[in-house]
């Protein structure tokens, strides 16, 4: 009875607070915490990309953004004379400060990087113009450009090509996803670190908004650790303690500056996820993944045992390990396609 009261007023509540966007910010303001932690970190990270548009060593996602953005306007097929005037000055600025930075401290600057940049930034000088920004920041380009040295092919937008057939037949992929499923008991047996190189070779291929890549594999294959990661969260109860390595997923919120993109370090890193299961299975690696709820004493835990800070956020976790073949898989049928698709939002 008691308990029935107590859900009808619940639901009264929520009835009204569900009205508007305003009354649900107040309603967790004084109801719930959940929120901080997330609201903070997307300050945070904002925070710390807009130091980094200061700082070299951190240019990273600003280059990355920009010459995504070049990228796309090299392959308009009505492609204006002059475009990018509103991010131009800060690319080459950007380029030229990485480049120095990466000529003092190499192991921190990725080379192929920024060869693209450099690649990229080349080609939209040579079609860009005539106009006094992109005439000025011609010469100051090439001058740095000058003294870079080549390696590889150059990193600019190609023609797609309809000639090679897909490498991997339909057939192949729907085989591999029906063998792909989430697998929770291992053999006690070491995961090689190539094999899950080469899986992150994989994943690092997938889309991710601007290409910008905001989010890091965090893999554990130390016993001890990967025991110590495995404990914190609670999806593991009853068969964590077999997992033999471990990965966590984290998510860079200092990718962007507005919270309106805050959402894409859980597209990203999932995209990059699912290619990297299909690419651990292909070399008959399994796997689970582990859900990371946003309860303050895991988040504390992992936070501190890992170093993160507050815009680093954990995005899930993935156990892998060679499967034990005498392990029992859940069938977990999916949803038809009727439920999964509808064409033109009709039923
Ligand atoms: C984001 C995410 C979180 C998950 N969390 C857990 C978890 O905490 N514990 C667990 O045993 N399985 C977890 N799983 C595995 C799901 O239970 C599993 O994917 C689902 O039942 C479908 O089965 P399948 O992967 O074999 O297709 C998770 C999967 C995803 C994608």
Known sequence: MHERIIRQIRRLILELVAKSGFLCSVYYAFRSGSFRREHRGVLYGGLKHLKEARDPSAYRYILRRNIHLLEKGLLMRTRRDAFALDYIEETVACYTRTFEFGRASPELVSELELQWASDVLARYFEVAGPHPTVDRLRDRFGAVRATAPKRGPTAVPY????????????????????????????????????????????????????????????????????????????????????????????????????????????????????????????????????????????????????????GERVIMLIALGYPDPQGLVAYSQKKPLSELRSFNNTG
Not at 192 to 217: G, H, K, T, W, Y
Not at 280 to 306: A, V
């Open 159 to 310: 023609a797609r090509g309809d000639a090679v057939p897909s490498p991997v037949e339909y057939e192949n992929l729907l085989e591999l996803a029906r063998r792909r499923r989430s697998v929770r008991w291992f053999l006690e047996k070491p995961v090689p670190r190539e094999m899950i190189d080469r899986a992150l070779a994989v994943a690092a291929l997938s889309p991710s908004a601007c290409n910008l890549q905001p989010f890091e594999f965090r893999v554990f294959d130390d016993p001890e650790l990967t025991q110590m990661i495995t404990a914190i969260p609670t999806g593991t109860g009853g068969f964590g303690h077999n997992i033999p390595a471990i990965v966590v997923l984290i998510g860079q919120l200092h990718a962007w500056f507005g919270e309106e993109d805050r959402h894409l370090i859980y597209i990203d890193a999932s995209l990059a996820t699912m290619a990297f299961l299909f690419a651990l299975e292909t070399q008959g690696l399994s796997s689970c993944c582990l859900n990371w709820p946003d309860l303050k004493p895991q988040e504390c835990k992992m936070t501190g045992l890992l170093g993160l800070d507050p």
